[in-house]
């Protein structure tokens, strides 16, 4: 019913920049939250940041001051824009919205496929 498809992910030097987008297409009627998590190898998957509908923005401790999350409401897509990586943020990274589906009232959160992020020289 929602597609959303990651992309922007690659291999970077630690220090380095990668921005990620997420568009939602679909049986889409209204977006409130995105966001985007991560998992590493071993890991559980973790928040790493979102955005409401409203432009209010959450950041995990670990990204504050080096990422910056940010959408195109018009285009239903979200961004993050990583700077100063680190090997510690490889992962695969995964955007997700919370959609309200046309002809319902009720909302739900729909996942992408993920895309890789590897940090390292």
């Known amino acids: 019913q929602v597609q959303l498809v990651e992309s922007g992910g690659g291999l970077v030097q630690p220090g380095g920049s990668l921005r990620l987008s997420c568009p939602a297409s679909?049986?889409?009627?209204?977006?409130?939250?995105m966001g985007w998590y991560r998992q590493a190898p071993g890991k559980q998957r973790e928040l790493v940041a979102s955005?409401?509908?409203?432009?209010?923005?959450n950041y995990a401790d670990s990204v504050k001051g080096r990422f910056t999350i940010s959408r195109d409401t018009a285009k239903n897509t979200v961004f993050l824009q990583m700077n100063s990586l680190k090997p510690e943020d490889t992962a695969v990274y995964y955007c997700?919205?919370?959609?309200?589906?046309?002809?319902?009232?009720?909302?739900?959160?729909?996942w992408g496929q993920g895309t890789q992020v590897t940090v390292s020289s």
């Open positions: 997700n919205a919370d959609v309200r589906l046309r002809s319902s009232t009720y909302s739900f959160r729909f």
């Open positions: 679909g049986n889409i009627f209204s977006i409130n939250a």
């Open positions: 955005i409401t509908s409203g432009g209010s923005t």
